[in-house]
């Protein structure tokens, strides 16, 4: 009998006895960490702390400050507060995991708020993380799942078990109370150490934590005031129809009455983007350009062009500008740390001849505006542009909002725009669809129907957009007059018969297998929508096909 086993990490190899947990083989790399050791991937695959090596095997180790120990990291912090919630304030106490908020997450609770209160919960959840309590990963039958959140009153979970198919389910126990995450979780209370919470109002407060975009330490909170107003509009039309978690939308699909959600929730779209066309023209005095901006596969393309259609309608015609033609000679842009041309930086723009070109078109000049060439590498000179007395100028481009652009320009002109598919929609209370992945799922299938990219290519690209935007847009979305929010409450169930086939794409061995899965698990939740009742301008069809504007 074989005894001994041996292990790679750090590309050295190890002799280990059988059996040994990874929680017991990681004390011996914690020092290479700076902070608690998380989870593991072993042989390509990603598991939990508790798990046994019983065989030859290839382990890397995770701490937050990798996007997969990040989540288990933010995952076990939710776990920690919730149950020092319920510890507080008694067990029909809850919180509802919203949305995104400058680098943390909003979390609304069930009781009214004070500050006292906020610092009773930090204290709280010290003490349970200095209690090193174990969280316990723990396979039950689907039937006791359902019948123990039934008890607790967590009507969400009852709706995501009767969902699914599988006879047993995984859940998490802390102490008496169990409940269901969507990603790995750490074994213990104790790694889980790095938080803080930032009293917001008596309806909540926000969760912060490092993340791998600030060098992985705790941000200091900057309220966005824009961006919680469009969350919450959003989430106060949510809880008006009723959709405000995966098992809601599913109710609606099951019951045949998707056609009826799509219509109305296109046509609030559509009267908000009217909204905005008209804020535009009561400014047309003043305003001569209009700047768009927002993060990958938020929807601009097709956002800018019904946003033309809507001002044609008030007798404006604008002349769009993409900032993508103002590219400098491929000779002349520059590189990043790895000698990659470096796209996406506003050095790699040719400001010079961008500001001075807008400038002679608002006074009335003439001028031929160039067109960038991928290909060569270069700008072709080839339209002409002249601002008539009732057109305006629409620019768009990531760095559009940049206080830096068209600063020979009163700000009294410019009306800037940010747009963002600022997702709604939660899995259930304590887990909430990322507006990240819900981009992401946009661009996988947008890469594939128009590039004929894999998941893998899209999947591999993806760390270097969204570092991107973290440099290039996310500072300036408070720069904006308006926020435009894109995402459709109802368009994770059309992207799931779009995206789901794909992601089986990925073979096992794929550095990214772990990413679609993860993907693919989360797309589980949702019934699939068909796209026949979408309209053809819809923001969506920009993505799967079918656009009047793109096709």
């Given at each position: 009998m074989i005894d001994s086993i041996n292990i790679t990490v750090n590309n050295k190899n190890y002799k280990i006895s059988k059996g040994m947990t990874l929680e017991e083989i990681s004390k011996d790399f914690q020092k290479d960490f700076r902070y608690p050791i998380l989870l593991a991937k072993v042989n390509n695959q990603m598991k939990e702390l508790n798990e046994v090596v019983n065989e030859d095997s290839t382990i890397e180790f995770f701490d937050l400050t990798v996007k997969q120990g990040n989540r288990a990291h933010i995952g076990c912090l939710t776990y920690i507060l919730l149950y020092a919630i319920k510890?507080?304030?008694?067990?029909?106490?809850?919180?509802?995991?919203?949305?995104?908020?400058?680098?943390?997450?909003?979390?609304?609770?069930?009781?009214?708020?004070?500050?006292?209160?906020?610092?009773?919960?930090?204290?709280?959840?010290?003490?349970?993380?200095?209690a090193d309590m174990p969280i316990t990963n723990v396979t039950v039958d689907r039937m006791e799942a359902i019948k123990y959140f039934e008890s607790v009153n967590d009507s969400a979970k009852v709706g995501i078990m009767n969902y699914s198919t599988n006879k047993y389910?995984?859940?998490?126990?802390?102490?008496?109370?169990?409940?269901?995450?969507?990603?790995?979780?750490?074994?213990?209370?104790?790694?889980?150490?790095?938080?803080?919470?930032?009293?917001?109002?008596?309806?909540?407060?926000?969760?912060?934590?490092?993340?791998?975009?600030?060098?992985?330490?705790?941000?200091?909170?900057?309220?966005?005031?824009?961006?919680?107003?469009?969350?919450?509009?959003?989430?106060?039309?949510?809880?008006?129809?009723?959709?405000?978690?995966?098992?809601?939308?599913?109710?609606?699909?099951?019951?045949?009455?998707?056609?009826?959600?799509?219509?109305?929730?296109?046509?609030?779209?559509?009267?908000?983007?009217?909204?905005?066309?008209?804020?535009?023209?009561?400014?047309?005095?003043?305003?001569?350009?209009?700047?768009?901006?927002?993060?990958?596969?938020?929807?601009?393309?097709?956002?800018?062009?019904?946003?033309?259609?809507?001002?044609?309608?008030f007798g404006i015609n604008p002349k769009v500008i993409s900032m993508d033609d103002y590219f400098k000679e491929r000779t002349e842009t520059p590189k990043d740390e790895n000698g990659n041309h470096d796209y996406e930086c506003l050095e790699a723009m040719d400001m010079k001849l961008f500001d001075k070109q807008i400038e002679e078109i608002l006074s009335g000049k003439e001028v031929t505006i160039p067109t960038f060439n991928f290909s060569l590498g270069k700008k072709e000179y080839k339209n002409k542009l002249k601002l008539g007395e009732k057109e305006l100028v629409l620019i768009e481009g990531i760095h559009a909002l940049d206080d830096k652009v068209l600063t020979n320009i009163p700000r009294s002109k410019k009306f800037k725009i940010y747009i963002s598919a600022l997702t709604e929609l939660n899995?259930?209370?304590?887990?909430?669809?990322?507006?990240?992945?819900?981009?992401?799922?946009?661009?996988?299938?947008?890469?594939?129907?128009?590039?004929?990219?894999?998941?893998?290519?899209?999947?591999?690209?993806?760390?270097n957009v969204r570092a991107g935007e973290e440099?290039?847009?996310?500072?300036?979305?408070?720069?904006?007059?308006f926020t435009f929010n894109t995402a459709l409450i109802y368009e994770i169930g059309v992207l799931k018969t779009y995206v789901e086939p794909l992601l089986y794409s990925v073979s096992r061995d794929s550095e990214f297998y772990e990413d679609a899965q993860r993907l693919s698990n989360f797309l589980k939740l949702f019934l699939p929508i068909p796209a026949d009742s979408m309209p053809q301008d819809s923001i969506l069809r920009e993505f799967i096909g079918g656009s009047c504007f793109h096709e």
């Amino acid at each position: 009998m074989i005894d001994s086993i041996n292990i790679t990490v750090n590309n050295k190899n190890y002799k280990i006895s059988k059996g040994m947990t990874l929680e017991e083989i990681s004390k011996d790399f914690q020092k290479d960490f700076r902070y608690p050791i998380l989870l593991a991937k072993v042989n390509n695959q990603m598991k939990e702390l508790n798990e046994v090596v019983n065989e030859d095997s290839t382990i890397e180790f995770f701490d937050l400050t990798v996007k997969q120990g990040n989540r288990a990291h933010i995952g076990c912090l939710t776990y920690i507060l919730l149950y020092a919630i319920k510890k507080l304030f008694g067990e029909n106490s809850n919180i509802v995991v919203q949305h995104s908020l400058d680098k943390g997450i909003y979390i609304k609770t069930s009781f009214r708020l004070t500050e006292a209160r906020l610092d009773k919960i930090k204290d709280t959840m010290n003490s349970i993380i200095a209690a090193d309590m174990p969280i316990t990963n723990v396979t039950v039958d689907r039937m006791e799942a359902i019948k123990y959140f039934e008890s607790v009153n967590d009507s969400a979970k009852v709706g995501i078990m009767n969902y699914s198919t599988n006879k047993y389910v995984n859940l998490y126990r802390l102490g008496n109370y169990y409940n269901y995450f969507y990603t790995l979780m750490p074994t213990s209370t104790k790694k889980a150490k790095d938080f803080d919470l930032t009293y917001i109002g008596t309806e909540g407060f926000v969760l912060r934590f490092p993340t791998i975009y600030i060098n992985d330490r705790i941000k200091e909170y900057t309220h966005h005031p824009n961006m919680f107003e469009v969350f919450q509009e959003c989430r106060d039309w949510a809880e008006i129809i009723k959709v405000g978690n995966s098992v809601e939308l599913n109710n609606v699909v099951a019951q045949g009455k998707i056609n009826d959600l799509i219509r109305i929730d296109e046509t609030l779209q559509s009267n908000r983007l009217l909204e905005l066309a008209k804020t535009i023209n009561s400014k047309k005095d003043k305003v001569k350009i209009v700047l768009i901006a927002g993060p990958s596969s938020s929807g601009k393309t097709t956002t800018s062009r019904k946003l033309c259609m809507y001002l044609h309608s008030f007798g404006i015609n604008p002349k769009v500008i993409s900032m993508d033609d103002y590219f400098k000679e491929r000779t002349e842009t520059p590189k990043d740390e790895n000698g990659n041309h470096d796209y996406e930086c506003l050095e790699a723009m040719d400001m010079k001849l961008f500001d001075k070109q807008i400038e002679e078109i608002l006074s009335g000049k003439e001028v031929t505006i160039p067109t960038f060439n991928f290909s060569l590498g270069k700008k072709e000179y080839k339209n002409k542009l002249k601002l008539g007395e009732k057109e305006l100028v629409l620019i768009e481009g990531i760095h559009a909002l940049d206080d830096k652009v068209l600063t020979n320009i009163p700000r009294s002109k410019k009306f800037k725009i940010y747009i963002s598919a600022l997702t709604e929609l939660n899995m259930d209370d304590h887990n909430r669809v990322s507006t990240t992945d819900n981009r992401l799922l946009r661009r996988i299938i947008r890469d594939n129907r128009t590039r004929n990219y894999s998941v893998e290519q899209t999947l591999k690209s993806w760390s270097n957009v969204r570092a991107g935007e973290e440099k290039y847009i996310f500072p300036f979305q408070d720069e904006a007059d308006f926020t435009f929010n894109t995402a459709l409450i109802y368009e994770i169930g059309v992207l799931k018969t779009y995206v789901e086939p794909l992601l089986y794409s990925v073979s096992r061995d794929s550095e990214f297998y772990e990413d679609a899965q993860r993907l693919s698990n989360f797309l589980k939740l949702f019934l699939p929508i068909p796209a026949d009742s979408m309209p053809q301008d819809s923001i969506l069809r920009e993505f799967i096909g079918g656009s009047c504007f793109h096709e």
